[in-house]
């Protein structure tokens, strides 16, 4: 074992024993299978905060399992990441004087290949570094050839039964990428804009205007060449009239009518909106209520098309935005124009501005196959955790609409249809598998549809493709369903619930039992991480550590020359949190410190002083480890025996159990922040704080080699314990554990996981243990308080003493005495005068630490003070309680009780402290 605590020299030595050693692999001797599916990462992926919050939580549980005895499989694997994929190797092509529509789409797909072999494989090398340990001969990518197929069967059989179909759809469209987007894909941000208010003729019964006039505001003043209604609420006294006259459009000098439909809000606006059913998604959903004609004017680069009026055609969509306002001002329509702040859609990767556009797409009958998925969790089957969540997948699939899933892209698993020469559709695994099926004869020209699907379409079959699916292997009958999804709220809509409609569509079976839904990491302010506020940390760069200059130009790389202003706000950011740069906190720390914020669907804001503190832990548990090595080097190994074992010990076994059994019950639960304060109180507090030192003077005693078993017995279980959460410094510990101890199992990851047994509770001993910390912790109170010295070893007088205190003090008073660095204890008879003496409490028990030459009185005055003031409080407070009817008659009768024992209790505490107060008055 290594001298002195350093992760950087242990982390890489026990990944790769523990990779090469296989132990990643499935324990297939395990009765009980436990599968946990990765949500495959983008390939062109770097690992950020969220992944490794959410890979800490399943590496915990998949180590937890492990080490019971399961047959333990987690399944990795990364998403080809469609837009994000070719974004990059475009951007590669375009620095090399090229672009993809000079390569050919053959020869562009071979090199995003290429790319995907030099470099795809970054967020899994980081992974590792995590201490992740998923079976990575397993490994799979969403365009391998085995997920290719289960892609293409799955569109096949869909098509055939009437789920798959080809539709004009309004969809988000990015001009820039030319393809269509999902919600998921598209950021709303807050931007200036304006608002420009029209006048719209109403037309008489010939269509020829009058002079009476609707008033419309848009944001988007060039869709108004798109225009098919104007709609007013059914309800709007104003307007109500109108309904099912027309008003003649502007410009493109067509009539369209006036509608009554209830998304015109008659207390927003002027009340009357412009409907624009081709370019706009409620406007949608109002032309289909009555019927409108929908149509598109844009093409799919965002300029003019020829479906509006000739002045207009092929301008790009903003210069015809001013050429239309200029237009309606020449006409006189234009009544005014405010400055307004909207939500403006841009692609997360091109941030070009979104437009809905009226397109050919390929969807999915959502609808039919929502209903078993709803089923499923309606009857218990899946069980969301939070529970809440539930609720968030119910809003989203009872108002489910049809799936889009055809991109415009090139990398991607491109969709099995091919059209003839009249455009009729024929859908088969392969060109030839369509004539065949069609009776289609060689000289018939086909062409294959150019769009790819949707890569959550293909994300949708992982946890039963990723197991051979269509096959049904071995792996797929054993590990599927799955038990459990660990996800971010986000994608509960775009994977979560798809997964559930495929799995029951195509396997018959849920494909988990229950969905851990987590928070978003958010800075120790609680604000969402991103580079434009330069507040994002690099998981990698807690774990070894990065410089400030380093972390400076990490933090503001391509921001540099757009955006001074922003750049300055990150540096100046930067330099007041991280002044000497992030310290070197090791991959252990980082993982506590997930673990320990990991309350199930909240939010974490993630604080580098906890990291600092479960840097401290681990350096603590080595510490301790070292200590308990130091004083066994003469042990001999033999099984955990209390029959000879002294109190001490027996408390620290029992304390012990009952650390097992609440460490199960919160990882069962999910709750790994109290499954992680669990143990971090036992060892921290227990073992370290109180056994270690108590067992000293016992290691110079007859009981020597008792003791050696206990302190290496308990190490070992308590190292278990800790391992799923910090598995390197516990392997690192355990392996000169199993030397002393002469255990044949390799390593802690394989080893047996803890289990409470009920003979090694001993309440008695904890009892006792407890009465001799309060004890102590009362003289170590008095002493920091009256700032006498720790070596100064002081007499104590006892007082109002029970049989109990008596027993307990004859048969430890020498361990009190060491403790509490005693010269001697002395015990008050009846009848006796108490002396003027600094006092601590255990129970009814007065421990009396006599003041003469030892301290100020001033200070022990204004000490006492404090303690008055403070119980006076306590007392108004339960008082004040007690004297409210409603929680007398309606709290627990428990809790009632509670509170009066602890009034009784604070107002016996006062006039102890004003009777020592009056003593010091006569010092």
């Not at 790819?452 to 049904?472: G, I």
């Not at 998981?539 to 200059?549: E, N, T, W, Y």
């Not at 933090?555 to 202003?565: A, I, S």
Request: proline share 4%.
């Amino acid at each position: 074992m290594i001298e002195k605590y350093d992760p950087s020299q242990i982390e890489t030595k026990w990944y790769d024993t523990w990779e090469k050693n296989g132990y990643f692999k499935p324990n297939t001797d395990g009765e009980d299978a436990y599968c946990i599916m990765i949500p495959p990462p983008n390939v062109t992926g770097t690992l950020h905060m969220g992944h490794a919050f959410q890979d800490t939580i399943m590496d915990t549980l998949i180590r937890y399992q492990r080490m019971q005895g399961k047959n333990t499989l987690w399944q990795p694997g990364t998403d080809h990441a469609g837009i994000a994929t070719q974004m990059v190797v475009e951007r590669q092509l375009n620095a090399k004087g090229t672009s993809r529509v000079e390569l050919g789409r053959e020869k562009f797909v071979e090199k995003v290949w290429e790319w995907k072999e030099q470099s795809g494989n970054t967020i899994t090398q980081q992974l590792r570094r995590m201490g992740a340990s998923p079976d990575w001969s397993r490994q799979r990518f969403t365009m391998d050839d085995g997920l290719s197929d289960a892609v293409l069967k799955v569109f096949v059989d869909l098509y055939d039964e009437g789920l798959i179909y080809r539709g004009q759809r309004l969809v988000n469209w990015d001009p820039t990428l030319n393809t269509a987007l999902s919600d998921l894909e598209v950021e709303s941000i807050e931007e200036n804009g304006f608002m420009w208010h029209f006048n719209y003729p109403v037309a008489d019964e010939n269509g020829q205007a009058t002079d009476q006039f609707l008033t419309i505001a848009t944001t988007r003043p060039e869709t108004l060449l798109g225009d098919t209604a104007v709609a007013v609420n059914p309800e709007d006294e104003r307007f109500k009239h109108l309904i099912g006259k027309h008003v003649l459009l502007p410009i493109c000098d067509r009539l369209i009518p006036i509608v009554g439909d209830e998304h015109a809000d008659p207390e927003k606006g002027t009340g009357c909106v412009k409907i624009t059913p081709a370019h706009d998604f409620n406007d949608y959903e109002v032309g289909k209520r009555h019927d409108l004609p929908m149509i598109n004017v844009l093409n799919q680069d965002a300029t003019i098309n020829q479906n509006a009026p000739e002045a207009f055609q092929g301008l790009p969509r903003y210069e015809a935005r001013k050429a239309v306002v200029a237009e309606m001002e020449r006409l006189g329509l234009l009544v005014e124009i405010k400055p307004h702040v909207l939500m403006v859609p841009r692609g997360d990767r091109s941030g070009d501005v979104i437009e809905p556009l009226l397109t050919n797409q390929w969807y999915v009958d959502a609808k039919t196959l929502a209903k078993p998925a709803i089923e499923a969790v309606d009857n218990g089957d899946i069980k969301f955790v939070p529970d809440n969540w539930k609720n968030t997948y119910y809003a989203w699939m009872n108002d489910i609409q049809d799936w889009c899933i055809s991109r415009q892209l090139w990398w991607g698993h491109r969709i099995p249809a091919w059209y003839d020469e009249k455009d009729n559709i024929y859908v088969g695994m392969t060109e030839q598998a369509v004539r065949e099926k069609h009776g289609l004869a060689d000289d018939v020209n086909l062409r294959q549809d150019n769009d790819v699907l949707d890569t959550w379409f293909s994300s949708a079959l992982w946890p039963f493709a990723t197991l051979d699916w269509p096959e049904n292997s071995k792996e797929l009958q054993t590990y599927y369903p799955t038990n459990v999804l660990v996800t971010g709220f986000d994608i509960i809509f775009f994977w979560v619930a798809r997964m559930i409609m495929m799995g029951i569509k195509f396997m018959g079976d849920i494909p988990f039992r229950e969905v851990y839904i987590h928070g978003l990491v958010r800075d120790s302010h609680g604000q969402k991480m991103s580079k434009s506020k330069g507040n994002v940390l690099d998981p990698i760069d807690l774990i070894d550590g990065i410089s400030l200059d380093e972390l400076l130009q990490k933090r503001t790389q391509g921001l540099m020359q757009d955006n001074p202003e922003i750049v300055e706000k990150i540096v100046k950011t930067t330099q007041e949190d991280f002044p000497e740069g992030i310290k070197a906190y090791g991959c252990d720390a980082m993982r506590f410190t997930f673990a320990s914020l990991a309350s199930t669907g909240r939010d974490i804001n993630f604080d580098m002083g906890r990291v600092e503190g479960y840097r401290n832990f681990c350096n603590k548990i080595f510490n301790a480890s070292r200590f308990v090595f130091m004083n066994t080097e003469d042990y001999v190994a033999q099984p955990l025996s209390m029959g000879e074992a002294s109190t001490v010990e027996k408390w620290i076994v029992s304390r012990l159990q009952k650390c097992i059994v609440e460490y199960r019950k919160q990882m069962d639960r999910y709750r790994l922040d109290l499954a992680s304060q669990t143990i971090y109180d036992f060892f921290w507090n227990e073992y370290c704080d109180w056994f270690l030192e108590l067992s000293k003077p016992l290691l110079k005693t007859e009981q020597k080699a008792q003791v050696q078993n206990t302190l290496l017995h308990v190490l070992d279980q308590a190292l278990r314990l800790l391992h799923p959460i910090m598995p390197y410094v516990t392997e690192e510990i355990w392996q000169e554990v199993r030397s002393r101890l002469s255990i044949d199992t390799a390593s802690i990851m394989i080893s047996e996981f803890p289990q409470k047994d009920e003979t090694l509770v001993d309440e008695a001993a904890e009892a006792t243990i407890s009465w001799i910390k309060e004890f102590t912790l009362g003289v170590r109170q008095i002493r920091g308080e009256m700032n006498i010295p720790p070596s100064k070893a002081l007499n104590v007088i006892l007082a109002q003493t029970s049989q109990d205190d008596l027993d307990q003090l004859n048969s430890h008073r020498e361990l009190l005495k060491t403790m509490a660095r005693l010269d001697e204890v002395f015990v008050l008879v009846d009848g006796q005068e108490e002396p003027a003496a600094a006092t601590a409490l255990i129970g009814q028990m007065k421990i009396l630490i006599p003041l003469a030459g030892l301290i100020d009185k001033d200070e022990e005055t204004l000490r006492i003070s404090k303690q008055i003031e403070r119980i006076n409080g306590e007392i108004k407070r339960a008082s004040g309680k007690l004297n409210n009817e409603k929680f007398v008659s309606k709290a627990p009768a428990q809790l009632v009780e509670a509170e009066k024992e602890k009034l009784a209790q604070n107002e016996s505490a006062l006039k102890e402290l004003k009777e020592q107060m009056e003593k010091l008055r006569l010092l």
